[in-house]
């Protein structure tokens, strides 16, 4: 799988301290990074924190990176679960009951507003996930790892993977369907 | 030998990874393709797409320009960038240093040199014009 890796060569070149290879690489993996983050935290001045830190390990270990186990795209995404399951933590322990942040208003008038209620019921859904199920769809969904990837990144095997994914779409289907019937009713 | 893609593993597939057979594993998607033109598979993929199309719009907003810049601004720098900025601080140093002695060398010679500087008429040789006149 690592011998295939497209990112390594790239990350070769980083490590070598060239500016062009360091902008692609930003090009490439900041949006990804600030959306797993975004989406697992719900906070974008934390999301952004988040990018910001995972940027810093990047560059940190770019110039011994060695292909191993997993491929360069899915350590970094490991290395962001792992940054907001932290933070994560840390806000559960300080404000149990704390509500997440509400998604930034859309500026249009009404058809924004309805857009901005579709999104909201379905971030409310994917947060109300249980960990592991969130994560997998995240993963696989937004992120769009493969399968094998996504397995790798969670350390678990494919079949526990899909299982994850099949309850979480499940259950996402369930309560979607509700809250859709609630704004018909 | 791989078995044979059933209508219930396609519909397994679906559930796990949505409507679009791109993102089920790879080995899968060339049976998956073949059977999606069978009407049960493609109520099958409408419905998995259809709970796609809800998820997709939870979207996020792109990075901030001043984000970029921030994680650009952390990034390593090529060894001879560090060198040339080196060379800078340097020769930066040298600079203060060589300033910092002009001033002291200005201030010296201001602190110590006689009040009584010499007339106009006075020259390097002396007084040409001479005491008589």
Known sequence: MSDQDPDSKLIERVGRGEPAATRVLVTAKLPRILGLATRMLRDTAEAEDVAQEAFVRIWRNA?????????FDTWLHMVVLNLCRDRLRRRRESVSDAAPEPLDPTPDAEAGLIE??????????????????REAILLVHYQDLSGADAACALDISVEALESLLARGRRTLRARLAQAQEATDA | MREPLTLARFQELANVYGGVIARWPEEHRDAAMAMAVQPAARDVLADASALDAELDTWRVSPAALSLRARVIADAPVPIRKIAARAKLWWSGVGIAAALAGATAGTAAVAFVAPIDAPTDSGTSFGDVAGPGS
């Open chain 1, 63 to 71: 110039g011994a990176w060695q292909p191993g186990r997993a491929r």
């Open chain 1, 116 to 133: 901005a209620e579709r999104e909201r019921t379905v971030a409310d859904a994917i947060t109300a996930l249980p960990e592991r199920q």
